[in-house]
C-alpha cells in the first residue's frame, strides 16, 4: 500500500483555482486520490460519508457544517447535495477567496436542484495517476512543448511489452503503487464489484441489475478506444454475453457511469478542411483507467500477450489517458479525428487559444511509417486559409524510442512523455 503522498499534476490548477475563486469542486473517479491531494492543502475537513451527525446537522442547522479553517475540505458533498447551495450562499457573504474545496467521485443525479455556482466555484477534474507522477515516464518530451512546435533533441529508448502490460493490469491507482500485478488484479476486480453491485445504482438513485451493468462494462471493455455506439453495445452484449440490454437501458446506464466518472468519451475534433469529406461526429469511448477494462474482461498478463491487437487498442486508450492528465496543465482538451474518407488521427490536443498538436499512438514499431503518412495527409487536408495547420505531428509508441524523423514527425515513447 501507498505509504508516501506523491504530488499530482493537477495540483497547480488547484492553487491557482482556490486564489482566483470562492470554492474549487475536485472532481473524478473513486479512488483516484481527490481526497488526499485537497488534504494537502485544506485547513479543516468535513467528510460527510463517514460523520453521522452529518444528515441531523443538515435538517437543523447545516451552516454549522461549513464552520472551519479554510480551505474547508467538504469530502464526498453529493452524498448531501443541498450542502452545495448553503456553500454558494456562503461564498457570496464571506466575499473572500479560497474558502471551500469540495471533493465527490459522483455528479448528483438530474433531480437534485442545485443554484449556478457559476462565479463562485471553479472545478479541477483529476484522473488516476498518470505515468509521470507514478515515476514510469521521465517526462524529458513535455506536451507543452509539442503544443509549440517544438521537440527535444535526444534519442531516449522505449520500454518492454512486458513492462507495458504490467502498468495498464495495476492501473494508476494510488493505493496500489507498491503492489505487484497480482494483488493489484485481484484490487481492481474487487473495484468492478463494487462499482456493478453498490455504485451504480446508488449514482442512479435506482436499483439497478448488476449483471447487466456488468455486461455492459465489458463490452465497453471490448470496444475500449473506438466510435462504438449505443446500437453495436447492445447487439455486442446479446451476443458475446447473451444478455438483453434495451438501447433506453444502456443510455441510462451510460449516464450513471460518465456520473460516477467511469466512462470517459473522447469528442470528435472539427477542423476546416480542404476536402469534401463529412466529419464523424460521434465520440471515442474509454474506461476512466485501462485497469478497469482488463478487470472487467478478467484478463492477466498472459491473455494480453496472446492478443496483441486488442493490447494496441488498451495502449491507445491509456495513451489517451495521459494526453488528457497533461492536456488539462496546459489547459487544453483531447479530442479525435474521423473523417467519411477513413482519415483518422487517434488524438488531437488543442489549447484554448486554438494551437493544436496531432498524435498517432501505436503500441509497437511495425506501425510507425504507416502513422507518419497519416499525419501528413492530416496535415495537408487543413484549410490554411481558415485555420492554422498543427504545430507538431507526433507518434506514441510504447516500445520505440523517442526521437525526431527526417520528415519532422516526431515519435515519442509513452515513457518519455509529460506534461
Known sequence: MITTYIKRIAEEDLLEKLAASGAVLIKGPKSCGKTETAKQYAKSFLEIDRDKQVPVIMATNPQLLLVGNTPRLIDEWQEQPEIWNYIKHEVDDRKAKGQFILTGSANPTD????????????????????????????????????????????????????????KMLIGGWPTLLDEN????????????????????????????DPLKVRSLLRSLARNTATLVDNKTLEQDVKTTDRNDLSRNTITEYLNALSRLMIL???????????????????????????????????????????????????????????????????????????????????????KRNGDYAAFEIKLGVGFIEQAAE?????????????????????????????????????????????K
Open 181 to 208: 500485478t497480482k494483488n493489484a488484479l485481484k484490487m481492481n476486480s474487487g473495484y468492478v464489484d463494487l462499482l456493478c453491485e453498490v455504485d451504480m445504482s446508488r449514482a442512479s438513485g435506482v436499483k439497478r
Open 374 to 418: 497519416n499525419l501528413k495527409k492530416f496535415k495537408c487536408n487543413i484549410d490554411t486559409a481558415k485555420m492554422d495547420v498543427p504545430k507538431s505531428l507526433n507518434i506514441i509508441t510504447g516500445t520505440g524510442m523517442s526521437y525526431r524523423r527526417p520528415d519532422g514527425v516526431n515519435v515519442i515513447s509513452l515513457a518519455s512523455l509529460g
Open 111 to 166: 433531480d437534485v436542484k442545485l443554484h449556478s455556482g457559476a462565479g463562485r466555484f471553479t472545478v479541477v477534474q483529476m484522473d488516476t495517476m498518470s505515468w509521470q507522477e507514478l515515476g514510469y515516464s521521465t517526462g524529458i518530451v513535455k506536451l507543452s512543448d509539442l503544443l509549440q512546435g517544438s521537440f527535444p533533441n535526444f534519442y531516449d529508448a522505449g520500454i518492454s511489452l512486458d513492462v507495458i502490460i504490467d
Open 264 to 350: 470517459y468519451e473522447q469528442p470528435a475534433f472539427n477542423p476546416h478542411i480542404r476536402s469534401s469529406a463529412s466529419l464523424r461526429k460521434s465520440p471515442k469511448r474509454h474506461l476512466c483507467d485501462t485497469s478497469l477494462a482488463v478487470a472487467a474482461l478478467g484478463l492477466n498478463k498472459e491473455s494480453l500477450l496472446k492478443d496483441i491487437k486488442y493490447t494496441g487498442f488498451l495502449f491507445e486508450s491509456l495513451a489517451t489517458h495521459e494526453l488528457n492528465v497533461y492536456a488539462k496543465a496546459n489547459d487544453a482538451t483531447v479530442f479525435h479525428y474521423n473523417d467519411s474518407y477513413g482519415l483518422e488521427v487517434d488524438a488531437i490536443v488543442q
